[in-house]
């Protein structure tokens, strides 16, 4: 059904437990009320996600989240205030009325507003707390519009709300403030940058080889079916073959390629993190045989672009 359109089916559905697959300003979650834990263990089965993967609680306003989860840092406060409604998540206590599951086990929780009317009124018209993880299986390209989830997910959701492309295309920037230093758990669509101006320096450590702390964190992940590799500027455009397809930074590149999709011609990053997730799926729907990707600039957002590539090529290996 579209997102601007009546949202109280939606806000039922949730309400009694079902899945409500939904846009954002980021890509499109699948959302359960995060307060009851048989809702959120279906979010695990739909996305065939395993149980240590937490999940990220979205919120309708930012008055919301001392209701939920009482006095916060003032590193976190500050981060909110600033922040929200954006693509940001902070990392906060678990409050008591959040089951485990949603954390998987953790004492921390993930939680954000979201900068998408339609999102804050569906969860303001459920009442509830929304768990919400990406809209795709396990480790797949995320979906940054409504057909993404239909093709990935199908059945295993109750109700898609189509609100077409997203605007940033990309993850939030997932932060953990409530000690002394910030630190960066999961690069995103929020650069480094603009966090500074608020907290000063922060540290850097995304990616995680065992319990994830925050989503999103594992090595290898968002990553489409057809296998990827990343390239350096100075390898030769010509590898791969004819049978691959190219996902390029601003320019076509020379050769011979089945299919080529440039992020932004103008070189523009916030373009190129907008359009990632939606070239990558076109690409791994074109029957290529392997993509050739090579990274943007890595400042700003696209230091989150470059992440995201990094663990696409992950599970790449020479031999395939």
Excluded at 25 to 36: I, K, P, R, S
Aim: proline share 9%; net charge negative.
């Amino acid at each position: 059904m579209p997102a601007d359109g009546d949202l109280g089916e939606a806000a039922a559905v949730l309400r009694t437990g079902g899945l409500v697959a939904f846009p954002t300003e980021t890509v499109y979650g699948v959302g359960a009320n995060a307060l009851d834990a048989r809702a959120a263990a279906r979010i695990f089965e739909a996305k065939q996600r395993p149980s240590f993967d937490p999940l990220i609680t979205h919120l309708a306003d930012v008055a919301d989240l001392e209701v939920l989860v009482g006095p916060v840092s003032s590193a976190v406060a500050a981060l909110a205030t600033r922040f929200w409604p954006g693509p940001l998540t902070l990392i906060v206590d678990r409050p008591e009325g959040i089951p485990p599951i949603v954390t998987s086990g953790l004492d921390s929780m993930a939680v954000r507003v979201p900068d998408h009317e339609d999102a804050r009124r569906l969860i303001a018209a459920a009442g509830v707390p929304v768990a919400a993880p990406s809209a795709n299986r396990f480790g797949q390209l995320s979906p940054t519009r409504a057909e993404h989830v239909v093709r990935g997910l199908g059945a295993a959701v109750e109700m898609v709300l189509d609100g077409g492309p997203t605007r940033c295309g990309i993850e939030s920037t997932i932060v953990d403030a409530r000690g002394d230093h910030p630190v960066v758990l999961r690069l995103g669509a929020l650069p480094v940058e603009e966090l500074e101006k608020v907290t000063g320096p922060v540290a850097v450590r995304p990616g995680s080889s065992g319990q994830p702390v925050a989503p999103g964190t594992l090595a290898a992940h968002y990553a489409p079916r057809t296998p990827l590799r990343l390239v350096s500027g100075a390898e030769p455009a010509g590898i791969g073959g004819a049978e691959c397809g190219y996902l390029a930074f601003r320019d076509r590149p020379a050769g011979d390629w089945a299919a080529v999709e440039v992020l932004s011609a103008s070189g523009d990053l916030t373009e190129a993190a907008a359009r990632l997730f939606d070239v990558l799926h076109r690409l791994d729907a074109a029957g290529v045989t392997g993509i050739v990707a090579e990274p943007v600039p890595d400042t700003g957002v696209g230091r989150a672009v470059n992440d995201r590539l990094r663990r696409a090529a992950a599970t790449w290996h020479p031999a395939s």
